[in-house]
């Protein structure tokens, strides 16, 4: 396991799981603010107040990724479970990115969401495969 890969790998675990903590916050915390939804590319109140059970449920599925990734960074930092540390994060990663493809695919026009919420995964995924490979 090439141990400069896996480093680089695990920073980008970390981003990514940094992006979607703060979008657990946005979606399930601080939905009800006009800020907020605006972002999301609502236009009024009731709108938000429409869509608000499920982005209140999808910003839970993005703190729970973001907490398979925090524990898989956790496993890699102990020899005995590394392996299974970059296996579960390499799992959580492909999750972030398919989701993101999911996003754009379902509405080019939030591009560059999905851009933020997938490259971090990318990036990492890409660095976790190399340091099993080299």
Do not use: C
């Amino acid at each position: 396991m090439s141990p400069v890969f896996l480093v680089i790998g695990a920073i980008f675990v970390a981003v990514a799981a940094l992006i979607h903590v703060v979008i657990f916050v946005l979606e399930s915390v601080l939905w009800s603010r006009p800020a907020t939804w605006k972002r999301f590319g609502l236009h009024s109140q009731e709108e938000a107040d429409i869509v608000r059970p499920m982005a209140y449920n999808q910003g839970f599925y993005n703190v729970f990724l973001a907490l398979g990734a925090g524990a898989g960074l956790v496993m890699i930092a102990y020899a005995n479970v590394r392996p299974q540390g970059v296996a579960l994060s390499i799992f959580v990663l492909l999750s972030m990115l398919l989701a993101a493809v999911v996003l754009i695919t379902s509405n080019p026009k939030l591009a560059r969401a999905a851009v933020t919420q997938g490259a971090a995964p990318l990036v990492g995924l890409v660095f976790l495969v190399l340091s099993l490979t080299v």
